[in-house]
C-alpha cells in the first residue's frame, strides 16, 4: 500500500509558474510509476504527465507539453510538477497517482493507476 498526498496549488496569474509536489509514505517512489492527473468539475479526469518506474521515460499531454516538466524527489520520496506558463485553462484539481509496475503512454493516459492522492486545487487567472 501507498498514501499520496498533494501540495503547492493555489492561485496565480495566467503566464506564471506553480510546483506541484506528490509525497509518499508505505512504499519508495523510485519503485512505482508515477503520474499527475487534473480535472474540472463535470468532466473527466484527463492525464498531465507521467514518469516510469527509477526515473524512467517521462509523457506529457500535447496541451502541457513545453511548459510543464514532472521531476522525481527521492531524497523526499516525492514526485513533483513544475508548471510554467500557466493558461487559466490550466484550471483544475490536480492529482497524483501511483502504480507499481511500468505503465506506457496509453496505460497513463487511461488513468491505469493502483494509487491516488485526494487532489490540489490549481488556480489560473486572466
Known amino acids: 500500500q501507498v498514501q499520496l498526498v498533494e501540495s503547492g496549488g493555489g492561485l496565480v496569474q495566467a503566464g506564471g509558474s506553480l510546483r506541484l509536489s506528490c509525497a509518499a509514505s508505505?512504499?519508495?517512489?523510485?519503485?512505482?510509476?508515477m503520474g499527475w492527473y487534473r480535472q474540472v468539475s463535470g468532466k473527466d479526469r484527463e492525464f498531465v504527465a507521467g514518469?516510469?518506474?527509477?526515473?524512467?521515460?517521462?509523457y506529457y499531454s500535447d496541451s502541457v507539453k513545453g511548459r510543464f516538466t514532472i521531476s522525481r524527489e527521492n531524497t523526499k520520496n516525492a514526485v513533483s510538477l513544475q508548471m510554467n506558463s500557466l493558461k487559466p485553462e490550466d484550471t483544475a484539481l490536480y492529482y497524483c497517482a501511483a502504480n507499481l509496475i511500468h505503465r506506457t503512454v496509453i496505460d497513463f493516459q487511461n488513468a491505469a493507476m493502483d494509487y491516488w492522492g485526494k487532489g490540489t486545487l490549481v488556480t489560473v487567472s486572466t
Open positions: 508505505g512504499r519508495t517512489v523510485v519503485n512505482y510509476a
Open positions: 514518469i516510469n518506474r527509477s526515473g524512467g521515460a517521462t
